[in-house]
């Protein structure tokens, strides 16, 4: 029986027009896709030279009679859609009927397929869209596409590719993307003739995330399960605050398990770590949103990867509240306000303050403290003190917005250039247990404790390192972790250069490795944390840049890790001695990763605060 029509024109010319063919990665896209809206529950991925030489997905699906097979390499040939309305809920991963036309046309295709009592399989050879041969062959129930000289005829787009490297990274990348997405289905994924991926079907989530990840990356993570099922179900996991990320790569987002990239769940869900993760980091989640299918339109982007939602502000607001909810069952956060069910007047006026809503941002006042803390010890130091309190009662006001808006306050306080600063900086006290403050000729400076102790690590790291003079530790007890494949691919590249900070790595077997020794003053326990920011850091994308860039990141990141974290008490010379060393880098006012180390309250500002002037 047949089942694909040629979309007419009116139905075909409301289909977001454009390019799939990017790279192997789209092309893998397209073809798994498939496989997934035919049923299979066994798919293949060979991949030979990073995809360009050989790109070959094989599956148990439903397979395709012969003049299905034909008719499915027409451009706007579907079996998923038929009228317009049908583009309202899309229930399946493709509709657009063009991936096959356009594979075809710019590389050399074979198809063979099969279904369920069929005497024979088919077998189409197509080359730069021109059919070449269609004959009987065999095949069990299902479909094996093979792709061969991607862009072939088109020595253009031949050249744009990537390195080997690179596209393969983008390919484990995407099949480790529909793995996580379809538990229920046994992937493999083959690259060069070995093995990187295979998995049994898996009962659910946490097993598939535990055959691709392994145990260690499981073990931190929270659950998550929340939302509202008339517009937006959420569930999967997230990491605890303490698992640290410097890029968004380890957030995977589906929607109806599509995968999909868009930047206002990114948003919601950096909002949901509000005040427990510092600005630029991220965590990493696996977060599935599921929405009936006409609350949501796919027929946005040609590559089907960005989607928008009847009510966006809604799904935001469901993605935070979820996710702090998973926070706050394991207490990172305080618990939140119940949802207001009846909307009563004190519920309302509960809800204005509640940890839900976003609260502008004040670099240097993170936010009170969930509960009341013990009485401080008395510092001694009674200007510090006033200080924060007064800092503190300003930004409540500020909040309730009953002074100017926020943005004055941060222009009061601002970033120090090198220029500026003298050697005459004297600490009085700290703000929070993470800013000190001091004064200098120009007024009064606070100074981020953790980047300015990042900066005077970088700069000694990159000095040993250019001396070759670095010093290791060995670990008492070996630590081990699980790569992904992603990480994986890029694991053997990084260890040559990680190996001249003092670092020692073994590779166990399969994607297990074990760290021996880590730099002199890394704390033992944060050298998991680092590396993984570091292979996430330098995926194969960055592969490329000067080993310097490397080196500088490699340097970034383990200032990071070794240096004062943030609420933590400093004694007065620790401060006179932070400050002396900081003043001796080669960028004082700038941390490595380019944000500021100090702000100044200038006095001239402080006078005309004070209507003195
Ligand atoms: P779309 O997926 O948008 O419909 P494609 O060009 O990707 O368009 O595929 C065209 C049609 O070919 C599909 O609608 C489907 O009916 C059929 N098809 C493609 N791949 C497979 C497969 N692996 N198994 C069964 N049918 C397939
Ligand atoms: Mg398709």
Redesign the pocket.
């Known amino acids: 029986m047949s089942?694909?029509r040629v979309l007419a024109d009116h139905v075909a010319n409301q289909i977001a027009a454009g390019e799939v063919v990017e790279r192997p990665a789209s092309v893998a896209k397209?073809?798994v896709?498939?496989?997934i809206?035919?049923g299979?529950t066994r798919i293949t991925i060979e991949i030979e030279a990073g995809g360009r030489r050989l790109l070959k997905?094989s599956?148990d699906?439903?397979?395709?009679v012969r003049d299905?097979a034909i008719l499915?390499f027409e451009r706007h040939?579907?079996?998923?859609i038929r009228e317009t309305d049908d583009l309202n809920a899309i229930g399946?991963?493709?509709?657009?009927?063009?991936?096959?036309?356009s594979i075809a046309s710019v590389a050399k295709v074979e198809l063979t397929?099969c279904v369920e009592g069929a005497n024979a399989a088919t077998r189409i050879t197509i080359d730069g869209g021109r059919m070449r041969d269609v004959k009987d062959a065999a095949h069990p129930r299902?479909?094996t596409?093979i792709v061969r000289d991607l862009f072939f005829n088109i020595p253009a787009r031949r050249k744009f590719l990537r390195s080997e490297a690179t596209e393969t990274y983008h390919l484990t990348n995407l099949v480790t993307h529909y793995a996580l997405a379809h538990p229920e289905i046994a992937f493999t994924f083959v690259n060069n003739g070995r093995e990187v991926v295979r998995t049994a079907p898996a009962r659910d989530l946490r097993e598939r995330a535990y055959q691709m990840f392994g145990e260690e990356f499981l073990k931190n993570l929270l659950e998550v399960d929340g939302g509202e099922p008339l517009f937006a179900r959420v569930s999967g996991f997230v990491s605890a605050p303490r698992d640290r990320r410097t890029s968004r790569d380890s957030q995977y987002l589906f929607v109806n398990r599509r995968f999909v990239r868009d930047r206002m769940i990114g948003r919601a869900l950096t909002e949901a770590y509000r005040s427990i993760l510092p600005h630029g980091v991220y965590p990493a989640a696996l977060l599935f949103i599921e929405t009936p299918l006409e609350e949501v339109d796919v027929n946005v982007h040609p590559a089907k990867t960005e989607v928008r939602f009847r009510r966006q502000a809604a799904v935001a607001d469901a993605v935070r509240e979820s996710v702090r909810a998973a926070l706050a069952s394991a207490s990172y956060v305080p618990p939140p306000e119940p949802p207001p069910q009846i909307p009563s007047p004190v519920m309302t006026a509960t809800a204005a303050v509640s940890s839900i809503t976003p609260q502008p941002r004040i670099e240097f006042i993170p936010p009170p403290p969930p509960a009341p803390r013990p009485p401080a010890e008395p510092s001694g130091d009674e200007i510090a003190r006033d200080l924060e309190i007064m800092l503190r009662s300003a930004s409540e006001s500020v909040k309730s917005a009953a002074l100017p808006p926020l943005n004055s306050a941060e222009k009061i306080a601002r970033e120090v250039t090198p220029e500026s600063l003298s050697t005459n900086i004297r600490p009085l006290g700290q703000l929070d247990e993470s800013f000190i403050i001091a004064t200098d000729d120009q007024g009064l400076l606070l100074i981020d404790q953790h980047v300015a102790h990042e900066r005077v690590l970088f700069d000694k790291y990159r000095a040993l390192e250019a001396e070759r003079r670095t010093d290791s530790q060995q670990m008492l007890v070996p630590e081990t972790f699980d790569l992904t494949p992603a990480q994986a691919a890029v694991f053997d590249d990084l260890v040559p250069e990680l190996e001249k900070y003092g670092f020692e790595l073994m590779r166990l077997s399969g994607r297990t490795v074990a760290i021996r020794a880590v730099p002199a003053d890394l704390p033992g326990s944060e050298a998991r944390n680092m590396l993984f920011e570091l292979l996430e850091t330098v995926d194969a994308e960055k592969k490329t840049t000067a080993p310097e860039t490397m080196r500088d990141e490699i340097a970034a990141s383990l200032a990071c890790h070794a240096a004062i974290k943030v609420n933590m008490p400093l004694a007065p010379e620790k401060m006179r001695w932070l400050i002396d060393r900081l003043l001796e880098t080669s960028s004082p006012t700038t941390c490595p990763h380019g944000r500021p180390v100090i702000l100044r309250l200038s006095t001239r500002d402080i006078l005309k605060g004070f209507h003195r002037i």
């Open positions: 089942k694909i397209e073809l896709e498939n496989s809206d035919a299979a997905v599956d699906g439903e397979g395709m299905d499915a040939a579907t079996s998923k399946t991963l493709g509709f657009r009927g063009e991936a096959l036309a397929t299902g479909t596409l």
